[in-house]
Nanobody, 115 residues
Framework: QVQLVESGGGLVQPGGSLKLSCAGS????????MHWYRQAPGKQRELVAG???????KYGDSVKGRFTIERDNVRRVMSLQMSNLQSEDTGVYYC?????????WGQGTQVTVSS
């Protein structure tokens, strides 16, 4: 049973923008804290941004001021607006949700920043 579905990845030039979306089930959007993680080739998965059910946000140091995370609990969509993208932002981006021991991952969407 698929709980999280990402969309919006693609190829973008350095300095460009891209918006990722993650759709989920009603239960997830009622109470789960949600995150975007990314994994670059040969590197560990890292936290990009997170948002609580109440809207409190947090960001990884490398994306602060460039990325914005939002969630719409009625439409059941979480988004990541990415601006001023750089080559080091390249990777597979994963949507993640967690509430206590209940945890879900999306299938991932590829973001490639290249000229």
């Amino acid at each position: 049973q698929v709980q999280l579905v990402e969309s919006g990845g693609g190829l973008v030039q350095p300095g460009g923008s891209l918006k990722l979306s993650c759709a989920g089930s009603p239960r997830i959007f009622r109470q789960h804290e949600m995150h975007w993680y990314r994994q670059a080739p040969g590197k560990q998965r890292e936290l990009v941004a997170g948002i609580t059910s109440g809207g409190t946000t947090k960001y990884g140091d490398s994306v602060k001021g460039r990325f914005t995370i939002e969630r719409d609990n009625v439409r059941r969509v979480m988004s990541l607006q990415m601006s001023n993208l750089q080559s080091e932002d390249t990777g597979v981006y994963y949507c993640h949700a967690r509430f206590e021991a209940d945890e879900y991952w999306g299938q991932g969407t590829q973001v490639t920043v290249s000229s």
